[in-house]
């Protein structure tokens, strides 16, 4: 039998997944995640100017007291189509009915081509079928069908006491292409039975996604679709967390950010065509902001990623892409290791043997880069792919 | 015999080049540019603030008042070296002590990886070899010599009338690697017999950069090395161009922009793995600032660029990218052609056989993009490449 897992984990939310029609491959591309009681909601949502229908309707929905579902499909995104808005409040509406709720209290995401008109009727008749199948081990089946290029299906789940109550948050998420460092970069559902205010959703939601979905990029591409959901429905029965302070929200907001990191590096590691798992350290810099500017300039330079597919060492690429990140970077104040190999050092290479030292951990799966600006104590991190030749195959072939 | 050509064109320069070993390969690594007599020089420098020593040193020459020639070698860029500054002075002073000048006269440029120490000997013998062979046909193997993954070398002149003497403007540059949109994203050398201020080099030198070498991206990436180094030493008998306005300063800025434009597209049409030349027009934006930022997204994105090499009319990606560019783009005022079809307008697809039509456009080597935002007078004008299986081939085995 099934079990709870990912956005079911959590005691009073039931999902589903199956497929409708929108995917010309009939897999699955319909998911609804819901809440058996009023839950508290917030989001996070692209920074593109160019927003899909969806991203413009589940932003109107935060205004909403009370949240209970959210339904996406995948295979496409409704962007840029003619009567987008109105698919988008149709499909939010399809869901209301069927819980007998207004349709503000039900978020919409779609992921895929852009531009295409979405077949609303499809799902309409989709979503009458799948509704009577939710269930508190679907949370695998919602996880599936919101994948598009990505090859598994992404969600963990975290249990822990609070307050002499027990809580879990859970999460499922879908990535892979176009992930880029301005939230949000892929769509992502968290729900947890936890009990909280609304500004506490709000500054969880916000905390989390910062350190997670937003430290991580594959192409730099920022998406037009993309958006972090949390629901908290209280369903734990642990006392109410009030304000985004104290012992009870640390550690809520930790294992939040926990679930989120796991998904978030599963992203990254189901990055379209990546064949190694990057994470970039940028330590010593004046504010957390500039460490954060550098490391995602080295994570994202196609320099540095091919060089990383190539399994080469090509430090000088890293601190080429340091120094016009933005960030003023002195070369002779800067110290590089890879993998814990150290490299260079205040303007000059460490020793004679360092690439003999290097080799064998860039051929590792696992590659780690630090860079340590040598002028301030804050740091930051990063996560990224390298780019490989299936890289611009996938996304060279993606309509075809 | 051989003719004038590239930076020998236009009278009174000379110049050669030839392998002196830097190169493990063989090939032509070592170039020498010089006026057969003071000339007034500017240059526009990378803005990477890790940069390599000869960067360096020829920004301090930009002090002197006279120039008299450039050394450049390629194979090594000479950046993050120990003694990086005192072998590019060595450089600059072997050629200097054949002219007889002051070795701040004499500008240095190096191309090529990062971080291993210069073979500067060799380059001092080949200095000593090549200076007697210096000659007025020996632009072609100049512009040979700084190649690196170049497949050809660049270069062009133009000649015209000006104030009633005859003058030339000519040119070569490299590119290929790491070529990002701020300047100087590749070595560029112009010369001109005009006789001009040291005011007027300054603003011919900015502005025809600007409207050419900054005016491309191959990768995004901006080196730690690039450099343009304009010099005049009118040679030709013409008036002197004493300020930056007025009729002749005119035809002289077209025409050099013309050089430049012309070498700036032959590195794009050269760029790594390239397979398309595309030119990105951004119009209708607030300001010119505005409409660049946007090309520049647009040129810059691996997903637009991937779908162009796998010849996709894949218009979503290309409004996505400019959504993500800083600047507000309103999709329901844009509208967006691919070779002149038109695709998109105001929020939704101009017909329903778009794609039939823009399909054949898309097989074409050349592609063009115009994006109009609907909002203002302003443009701007990029040019790019895709991005090919062979870019990343490239540049994972670059050093191997």
Chains 1, 2 share one sequence.
């Not at 967390?241 to 640390?250: H, T, V």
């Not at 998904?263 to 504010?287: C, M, Y």
């Not at 290479?349 to 799966?365: N, T």
């Not at 030749?389 to 309509?399: G, L, M, Q, S």
Request: one cysteine or more; a positive charge; proline letters at 3%.
């Amino acid at each position: 039998m099934g079990k709870r897992s990912g956005v079911t984990a959590a005691r009073g939310f039931a999902a589903g997944g199956m497929s409708c029609g929108v995917k010309k491959t009939g897999a699955k591309d319909l998911a609804i995640i819901m809440s058996d009681r009023p839950a508290v909601a917030w989001g996070a949502f692209t920074k593109n100017s160019v927003k899909g229908a969806p991203v413009i309707w589940s932003r109107e929905c935060l205004r909403s007291a009370q949240a209970r579902a959210i339904v996406v499909n995948s295979g496409n995104s409704n962007v840029l189509t003619k009567d987008g808005y109105e698919h988008a409040r149709r499909m939010a509406r399809a869901v209301a009915e069927k819980l007998g709720v207004g349709e503000r209290q039900v978020f919409v995401a779609s992921t895929g081509v852009i531009g295409q008109p979405l077949p609303v009727e499809k799902i309409e008749t989709g979503i009458a079928e799948l509704f009577p199948r939710l269930s508190s081990q679907g949370g695998v089946d919602a996880a599936e069908a919101i994948m598009t290029t990505d090859l598994t299906p992404k969600e963990t789940s975290a249990t822990f006491d609070i307050g002499g109550g027990r809580v879990t948050v859970g999460g499922c998420a879908k990535g892979s292409g176009m992930i880029g460092p301005s939230m949000a970069t892929m769509l992502a559902f968290i729900t947890t039975d936890a009990a909280v205010s609304k500004t506490v959703a709000k500054d969880l939601t916000k905390r989390a996604c910062d350190a997670s979905f937003n430290s991580i990029t594959v192409d730099g591409d920022t998406s037009t679709s993309d958006m972090l959901i949390l629901m908290a429905n209280a369903a734990s029965g642990a006392p109410v967390i009030e304000k985004p302070s104290g012992k009870r929200y640390s550690l809520l907001l930790e294992k939040t950010t926990e679930v989120c990191e796991y998904l978030a590096k599963e992203i990254v590691r189901d990055g379209e065509g990546a064949t190694k798992f990057v994470t970039v350290n940028v330590t010593g810099a004046v504010s957390e902001k500039a460490a954060k500017q550098v490391a995602m300039s080295i994570a994202k330079s196609p320099l540095v990623k091919t060089a990383l597919f190539g399994q080469d060492a090509n430090w000088g690429r890293i601190l080429c892409a340091a120094g016009y990140s933005g960030v003023a970077v002195d070369a002779y104040k800067a110290k590089l290791s890879i993998s814990g190999v150290p490299i260079f050092s205040c303007g000059a290479l460490v020793s004679d043997d360092w690439e003999a030292s290097a080799a064998p951990k860039l051929k590792e799966k696992n590659v780690e880069i630090t860079l340590d600006l040598g002028v301030g104590k804050a740091s930051a991190r990063v996560w990224t792919c390298d780019f490989s030749y299936d890289y611009v195959k996938i996304n060279a072939d993606y309509r075809t």
